[in-house]
């Protein structure tokens, strides 16, 4: 009797051990939140902004409908000043007007998996019933991708003159095999740290 109350205590006490993982608490992932946001950063790195050098800059962004919209302006303000473009808040105030677009902003996943069935005699499942089947040995690949790309044109405020247009503002993100999203910090390196 004293053994089976100890097994039994034994397995509540394993059973209140056991978790849950949550992928996220909030409504976006930060996996998801980062892998757009640097996409968009990426895609803005591409686009060559000199041309505004010294100019008086309108960003219209009418047309940019994109998830993150408050982060790309922000970094597109910011890219526009480093590039030399005084930014201005009102139209009248501009000598030349930038109309910014998102070609797209939007996440891409893709997974593969390669298993070896537990072999039992006569084992026959239904074509329907194949996700189910018991694997020995899973070997598999997740690659999660965020892709941006940003276009625009700018013209002359006065005159409604093309001065000059921005294609192909590509930028790809990724987390899979090689992960190039994340600080280069591990779990043993946030141990590390705390233990220091």
Request: net charge negative; charged share 25%.
């Amino acid at each position: 009797m004293k053994r089976q109350s100890r097994l039994v205590w034994l397995l509540l006490l394993l059973g209140g051990c056991i978790g849950g993982v949550r992928d996220s608490t909030t409504e976006r992932t930060a996996q998801e939140q980062l892998l757009l946001s640097t996409a968009h950063q990426r895609a803005l790195a591409r686009l060559d902004l000199s041309p505004l050098a010294g100019q008086r800059v309108f960003v219209d962004t009418r047309y940019l409908e994109v998830v993150d919209r408050g982060y790309v302006e922000s970094a597109f303000f910011e890219a526009l000043a480093e590039a030399g473009a005084l930014l201005v808040r009102a139209l009248e105030d501009a000598d030349v007007v930038f109309e910014l677009r998102a070609a797209a902003g939007a996440l891409w996943q893709g997974d593969w998996i390669i298993g070896i069935p537990i072999p039992y005699p006569d084992y026959y499942v239904p074509e329907e019933h194949l996700e189910s089947v018991p694997f020995l040995i899973q070997i598999g690949y997740s690659l999660r991708e965020g892709w941006a790309r940003l276009d625009g044109f700018a013209y002359e405020r006065a005159t409604g003159a093309h001065v000059f247009s921005l294609r192909e503002g590509w930028g790809r993100s990724h987390v899979g095999f090689t992960e190039n999203i994340y600080p280069p910090a591990t779990i043993l390196d946030t141990l590390r740290e705390k233990l220091e």
